[in-house]
Each structure stands twice: as C-alpha cells, then as structure tokens.
C-alpha cells in the first residue's frame, strides 16, 4: 500500500508541474530610434535625482520627476513628452509635509513623500491635501532608523507589493545595525526593519 501511496503522490505532482501555467512573463530590452524630449521651463532645473513613470486610470503615461531643491512633482505625457500639470506642495501650514526628498505615486489620491530633514513620510494627493504622516525614529523592535529618501539616481525608489512598502535607506555605517530596507504596512503604519545592515566602518 505504502508503495500505490507513493506512485500516487509522484504522479499528482507530475501532474501539477505540466498543467499548471507559467507565473512569470519573460522580458526584454531592444535598442529603437525613438527618442524622448522634455522642454523645462526657466524655473525647472535639468539635473534631477527623483524620477518615475506613472500610468493613470485612463490608461495614459506619464514621466514624472521632482525639482531639484523644490517640492514641485512635474508630469510629462509619455506619448507628446509635454507637460500635462504640475503639483506645488506646501512645506509649512496646515497641508505642509516639509523639503521632500521623493516620491512614489501609489494613485493620485495616494503620494508619498518622505521628509529631507526628517523621519517622516508625508501621505498627500495631487490637490496637496495632507492626508496623513508616518513618523518612522524607530522600527516596531526600537531598532533606529536612518532617513529615507525616494531618489532613483542614488538611492532606490520605494516598491509596493500588496499593502507593504519597500523603502530602501542610505548607509549611516557609524551606528550598530543599519538596515539596508524596511517595511512600511501602509495600512497598519507599522515599520519593520528588514534583517540585511549595512557594515560598519572599522574602528
């Protein structure tokens, strides 16, 4: 019996492995002719470090980049490269989220930009409502934290999957245990600092 119980399991998972359907799409890049201009107006600087793309509900994409300096969010239609608006986020008052230093365009109603001068991450939309804020000194352990920043030049842009943000942090190698990432639950506010630190400069 014990032997019909094994062919049975060897052949269930037989079964599985060639009728199931790939998860996973193949990609590649290919070089092309086309190229992309973007014309900046006199107050835009041409050297920026935060930058994304972004496609709306109605299916149309968007280069989006922050001012170098400025709390201003430029959107660029991907298809004419013009600009379509832009977003002039306050840094003091009541809807102020401070200096930001990136973003990341979870939807319109959903813009996350955490603080250049501190540990906040600021929760707003395109309207510059501030809808909430996300004060990360320490993760859910006490484990301190360094600041955030969401540029794309020299950091790495925040990544969602589900309801948990990825946010990676530049390295403060003069503190015990400086985590490369964490989590933010974007539900919960909860932060959790992932397992992998940066090392620490010699003594």
């Given at each position: 019996m014990k032997a019909y119980g094994l062919i049975f399991?060897?052949?269930f998972i037989v079964f599985i492995s060639c009728t199931s359907e790939?998860?996973?799409t193949e990609f590649s890049l290919k070089e092309t002719d086309v190229e992309l201009k973007f014309q900046l107006d006199s107050?835009?600087?041409n050297e920026f470090y935060c930058y994304s793309t972004y496609k709306d509900n109605e299916g149309k994409d968007f280069f989006v980049f922050q001012n170098q300096g400025k709390n201003t969010l430029l959107f660029y239609e991907l298809?004419?490269?013009s600009l379509a608006f832009k977003?002039?986020?306050p840094i003091e008052g009541d809807n102020g989220?401070?200096?930001g230093d990136g973003f990341y365009i979870h939807n319109l109603d959903s813009i996350y930009i955490p603080n250049r001068d501190i540990k906040e991450i600021s929760l707003t939309n395109k309207s510059c409502i501030l809808i909430d804020k996300y004060p990360y000194e320490n993760d859910k352990d006490n484990k301190p934290l360094s600041i955030f920043c969401f540029g794309a030049a020299n950091y790495k842009p925040a990544?969602?999957?589900g309801r948990t943000m990825y946010i990676y942090s530049g390295p403060n190698r003069y503190v015990d245990h400086?985590?490369?990432s964490v989590t933010l639950n974007m539900d919960t506010k909860e932060i959790k600092a992932l397992p992998f630190d940066y090392p620490e400069y010699p003594v």
């Open positions: 399991v060897l052949f790939a998860k996973y107050v835009t600087k298809k004419n490269q977003i002039d986020y989220i401070g200096l990544t969602v999957i400086d985590p490369v």
